[in-house]
């Protein structure tokens, strides 16, 4: 079980970084997309029409990028913070009851961006993304909305990463750094 627990908590924080890089990513091209919109149309009288789009595009994956880190790092709104702080059994069950939670809310969002009715993956929320083209910007709608369940599986694998670590009696890497090499 230890061996399990170490190996998910350092591949979540390898996934951690991975996604951070890449809602700072999201966020620099969200300045610069609005910032181009700005210059163009005071500047230059000629604002493209893609950059709000991509604004927007660039806006949701920052946001769900963001938001599994967020949770892998222990900053996201809680309802009751001190709950986490408390160890033996009583903290392993605080633990398990919001894991529960987690999965309550995310294996449903998951399922239904593969599956629509009938379980057809074509009906699903990916599925009917990849038929879809962005208004402005000529490319498939999957490549923006692949955030949704892309950062609930982050999410999903944070959460049982930080149960194996409290399963295992081990300290979860707080600072977001391999404690192992």
Known sequence: MR???????????????IALTGAVIAVL??????????????ALSAPPVWTEE???????WAGMLGASCAFR???DPTLFPGMVAIQGRLGLVLALIRGV?????????????????NMTFARGFLGRSLER???????QMIWFTAAVPIAFALILLHMLAGLAMR????????DLKERHP
Not at 133 to 139: F, Q, R
Not at 168 to 173: N, R
């Open 3 to 17: 061996a399990v627990a170490i190996t998910l908590d350092r591949l979540s924080v390898w996934l951690y970084r």
């Open 29 to 42: 091209v969200m300045a610069f997309s609005a910032m181009w919109q700005v210059i163009a149309r005071y």
């Open 54 to 60: 991509a604004a927007r595009r660039a806006m949701v």
């Open 73 to 75: 790092a222990r900053l």
């Open 101 to 117: 939670g987690v999965a309550l809310f995310a294996l449903p969002v998951l399922w239904y961006s593969l599956f629509g009715p």
């Open 133 to 139: 083209t962005a208004e402005m910007i000529p490319v």
């Open 167 to 174: 399963l295992a009696s081990l300290p979860q890497a707080e």
